[in-house]
């Protein structure tokens, strides 16, 4: 069992920069790959970025790459979104989400337990 919880989100003005948080308690957080994804009103939830266990391997949606990274600590049970560039189509509930015993993934229905979603709102 991996319970997730994110944190950070809140408006802030296009060309912003956020850091969302998702702490994880479970034994198995260090062997899962961590996925971020995004749902805005009216939309399918996407794919935004996924790290390996490791941390060695990072993949990203095309529409995020160059302003968003993933990090994790696996000390200190966490995965981190940094938001640079911040635009209003990133505007969305965030999700982070954990895969059990896999490397990475970028479809939502790969990964095993989930977050209950921050609210990132981005002003223009």
């Known amino acids: 069992q991996v319970q997730l919880v994110e944190s950070g989100g809140g408006l802030v003005q296009a060309g912003g920069s956020l850091r969302l948080t998702c702490a994880a308690a479970?034994?198995?957080?260090?062997?899962?790959?961590m996925g971020w994804f995004r749902q805005a009103p009216g939309k399918e939830r996407e794919f935004v970025g996924t790290?390996?266990?490791?941390?060695?391997?990072?993949y990203y949606a095309d529409s995020v790459k160059g302003r968003f990274t993933v990090s994790r600590d696996n000390a200190k049970n966490t995965v981190y979104l940094q938001m640079n560039s911040l635009k209003p189509e990133d505007t969305a509930v965030y999700y982070c989400?954990?895969?059990?015993?896999?490397?990475?993934?970028?479809?939502?229905?790969?990964?095993?337990?989930w977050g209950q979603g921050t609210q990132v709102t981005v002003s223009s």
């Open positions: 989400a954990a895969r059990l015993g896999s490397s990475t993934g970028r479809n939502s229905y790969e990964y095993d337990y």
């Open positions: 479970g034994r198995t957080f260090s062997s899962s790959a």
């Open positions: 790290i390996s266990w490791s941390g060695r391997l990072t």
